[in-house]
């Protein structure tokens, strides 16, 4: 029989710990919201910042936003709770909306280095590669590779019976927790979520590096100030 619900055991000790922890939780997520909120008015109010780099810049922002509100307000609720339970099907959105955030902010996190490679390297071509239709394109692209990830690991996962225990060792729905609880072979499952997460990791990380590279060599072949 497949669980129903599972319960989020989250951190361990007792009521002052979990107060301390509650507090802790609300404070960095009231500052989440607050500095996110406040990039994203400004960059929309202020047409000076309308530019490719402040687009992505007010993307990240709210990827940042929804990514705490996906997980920090069930675990605010857990800790000054003796029920702990998430369904079955929140769990499966929580794992959904995380898996999906996660990788399209790391996806975003490639396309502004590339914005910046741009920016430096070719500032001559800059204005006609990131125009704004590409910017666009480019942030769509990094919500489609990130819903396609979570389609798949979520997919993956939850196809599988959890008939054993229901507890979650973590405050938060995720993979490897869940796979932990399956009644079944987990082979595929595991080779599924370590290939493409490896491949989104070794292929963004890959940009990043790259593209930073070749900015730091440009620079210090600049003669000048002015340069």
Do not use: W
Not at 26 to 38: F, P
Not at 42 to 64: C, E, G, Q
């Amino acid at each position: 029989m497949t669980c129903q619900e599972f319960l989020l055991e989250g951190f361990e000790g007792g009521l002052q710990t979990q107060a301390l922890l509650f507090a802790l939780f609300l404070a960095l997520y009231v500052v989440a919201i607050l500095g996110n909120l406040t990039m994203i008015m400004v960059i929309t109010l202020d047409a000076r910042l309308h530019s490719p780099m402040y687009f992505f810049l007010k993307n990240l922002s709210f990827l940042d936003l929804c990514y705490s509100s996906v997980i920090t307000p069930k675990a605010l609720v857990n800790f000054l709770s003796s029920s702990k339970v998430i369904t079955f099907g929140g769990c499966a959105i929580q794992l959904f909306f995380f898996s999906l955030l996660a990788t399209t902010e790391a996806f975003l996190l490639a396309v502004m280095a590339y914005d910046h490679f741009m920016a430096i390297c070719s500032p001559l071509l800059y204005p006609i590669t990131m125009r704004p239709s590409v910017c666009a394109c480019l942030v769509l692209g990094c919500y489609c590779g990130g819903c396609l990830n979570s389609i798949l690991q979520a997919s993956f996962t939850f196809s599988l019976p959890f008939c054993s225990s229901n507890h979650i060792d973590h405050f938060h729905c995720d993979v490897p927790p869940l796979l932990k609880l399956a009644c079944a072979d987990t082979t595929i499952n595991e080779l599924v979520m370590f290939g493409i997460c490896g491949f989104f990791i070794v292929g963004t990380t890959h940009v990043v590096l790259v593209s930073y590279g070749y900015i730091t060599v440009t620079i210090l072949r600049m003669r000048s100030g002015g340069g």
